[in-house]
T-cell receptor
Framework: SQQGEEDPQALSIQEGENATMNCSYK?????LQWYRQNSGRGLVHLIL?????REKHSGRLRVTLDTSKKSSSLLITASRAADTASYFC??????????FGRGTSLIVHP | GAGVSQSPSNKVTEKGKDVELRCDPI?????LYWYRQRLGQGLEFLIY????????KSGLPSDRFSAERTGESVSTLTIQRTQQEDSAVYLC??????????????FGEGSRLTVL
């Protein structure tokens, strides 16, 4: 399997601030996906970045990918209380099963 | 249906009993995954189905765990002689294509299992 490791494990910020989460992985990938999990719910896909892309935006989300460092970051700008959730990365390659680490638990205080 | 549906949403059982958890994937999705998530932990892969191919059972933690899927439809995860350490949320996901497509996974809301 190809598992990503999210960092930090926990992040606590005030509404309006930016939140940055990082993901590291160990082998080459085809793409990397970020997911969000609200408490007691399933995971929801946020964004996919391909291995030949360096940056991608979707609304208030900005994802970067550095394949030389085998790392990705997820930036949430102007955070809201509703962004409170756990965030997981899933580096994907070929026939590997998608696996997920412990995630980053984000708390946004109103 | 519109999304991945799992049932029951909550199950409380006594140690030693068998349980069955059901997953109804999105229509047309060929791939189906089962994961286990213990409290405060990441997702632990259990089993993967792709079309009519033999499933990848490499994540099943013991022979008390088994799963079936008929074609590209409903899947059932069965846990026999449940133990307290089986307590977790069991998440099912489906995707349109198989592993090589690296497509988005769609998750159900999970089945929360509590073994007393």
């Amino acid at each position: 399997s190809q598992q990503g490791e999210e960092d930090p494990q926990a992040l606590s910020i005030q509404e309006g601030e930016n939140a940055t989460m990082n993901c590291s992985y160990k082998t080459s990938i085809n793409n990397l996906q970020w997911y969000r999990q609200n408490s007691g719910r399933g995971l929801v896909h946020l964004i996919l970045i391909r291995s030949n892309e360096r940056e991608k935006h979707s609304g208030r989300l900005r994802v970067t990918l550095d394949t030389s460092k085998k790392s990705s970051s997820l930036l949430i700008t102007a955070s809201r209380a509703a962004d409170t959730a756990s965030y997981f990365c899933a580096p994907l390659r070929g026939s590997y099963i998608p696996t997920f680490g412990r995630g980053t638990s984000l708390i946004v205080h109103p | 249906g519109a999304g991945v549906s799992q049932s029951p949403s909550n199950k409380v059982t006594e140690k030693g009993k068998d349980v069955e958890l059901r997953c109804d994937p999105i229509s047309g999705h060929t791939a189906l995954y089962w994961y286990r998530q213990r409290l405060g932990q990441g997702l632990e892969f259990l089993i993967y189905f792709q079309g009519n191919s033999a499933p990848d059972k490499s994540g099943l933690p013991s022979d008390r765990f088994s799963a079936e899927r008929t074609g590209e439809s409903v899947s059932t995860l069965t846990i026999q002689r449940t133990q307290q350490e089986d307590s977790a949320v069991y998440l099912c996901a489906s995707s349109l294509g198989g592993l090589g497509d690296s497509g988005e996974l769609f998750f159900g809301e999970g089945s929360r299992l509590t073994v007393l």
